[in-house]
């Protein structure tokens, strides 16, 4: 039986694991990623995980990686938070390894992931959000994952809802990232905190970027300011989603990373709420919001299918 090998590569840590041809997992290995040691040791970081992958198995045929930024054709041209701007990621994996390798957006490989394997499996039309550090997007668009004309389709994260609102990473303002990823929602715990308002939330909890656990403790033991930024957080999701659902009539939209992970069963009907109240009642009856069911996995499951699919396997 043959194998294959996805891998995730995010800001802080590299995943990966070991599938048979069913699409089980028969190994995972997971390593730091430590981007702030520049290109050659992300590299290394990645190697070590797929040699250790390599150690359990038999016959591996191809090996796809998901990586934030925007991809062409194997090349990351730019990736945030990353050293490997300009490096053709694709080509080096197959060379090194003498394998087929696919490299894909990871938002993308998550969506496709979650269409094959989880809570989309079965739309002909699906949109996948997914809320972490930044918030990345992916589109199933008459059963085929979407790029756009130069492959940089779906930045979902960078669509305005709230012209006045603050500065985004991208440079634009109002984008719903700058309103309702961990950046934007650790960023407003601190400028409430500055205006006197309380949170159980200790100043070490806020160096680096704030854990999703961190936010999930504070909001179940209600915790007053961080119930009100998570709420306001999940009502600009909706609102997106109100946009995206009157413009694309999916049959399903899913709500995965790690902040849906962890706070997802409180968020939902609030997404779903705003969702109803900014789009046409017809076409928001014919969607169906759910929560990722593959989590922090939907990038490894769809990596594997994209290199599987791209083989023949």
């Known amino acids: ?172 303002r109002g984008c719903l990232e700058s309103l309702s990823s961990k950046v934007a929602i650790q960023r407003e715990i601190i400028r409430r905190q500055k205006m006197g308002e309380k949170t159980k939330i200790k100043d070490s909890d806020l160096v680096g970027i704030i854990k999703s656990s961190t936010l999930k403790d504070a909001y179940e033991s209600n915790d007053k300011l961080v119930v009100d930024v998570m709420n306001e957080t999940a009502k600009y999701v909706g609102i997106n989603a109100g946009s995206i659902i009157n413009l694309l009539n999916p049959d399903v939209i899913v709500l995965g990373g790690g902040v849906m992970e962890s706070l997802g069963d409180k968020l939902l009907p609030i997404v779903i709420e705003y969702a109803r109240n900014y789009s046409i009642p017809h076409i928001f009856e014919k969607c169906e919001i759910k929560l990722s069911k593959l989590g922090d996995d939907a990038c490894l499951f769809g990596a594997y299918a994209l290199v599987k699919e791209k083989v023949g396997g």
């Not at 590299?43 to 995980?49: C, G, R």
């Not at 989309?120 to 997914?130: D, L, M, Q, T």
Request: hydrophobic share 35%; charged share 20%; proline share 3%.
């Open 1 to 172: 039986m043959s194998n294959w090998i996805g891998i995730d590569i995010g800001g802080t840590k590299i995943l990966g694991s070991l599938f048979d041809d069913k699409g089980k997992k028969i190994k995972t290995e997971k390593k730091s990623s430590k981007t702030t040691k520049g290109k050659e040791k992300v590299i290394d970081q990645l190697k070590k995980v797929l040699n250790s992958l390599f150690e359990s198995a038999k016959d591996v045929k191809g090996i796809g990686i998901g990586v934030p930024g925007v991809i062409e054709k194997g090349k990351i041209s730019f990736t945030p938070n990353m050293p490997l701007n300009n490096f053709n990621l694709e080509q080096f994996v197959k060379n090194e390894y003498k394998i087929e390798t696919v490299v894909e957006n990871d938002a993308n490989a998550s969506m496709y992931g979650e269409w094959k394997f989880g809570s989309a499996k079965g739309a002909e039309n699906a949109v996948g959000y997914f809320i972490g550090t930044g918030i990345g997007g992916g589109l199933i668009l008459n059963n085929s994952l979407y790029h756009g004309s130069t492959n940089f389709a779906a930045e979902i994260g960078h669509m305005n809802v709230y012209p006045q609102g603050p500065l985004c990473g991208c440079n634009l």
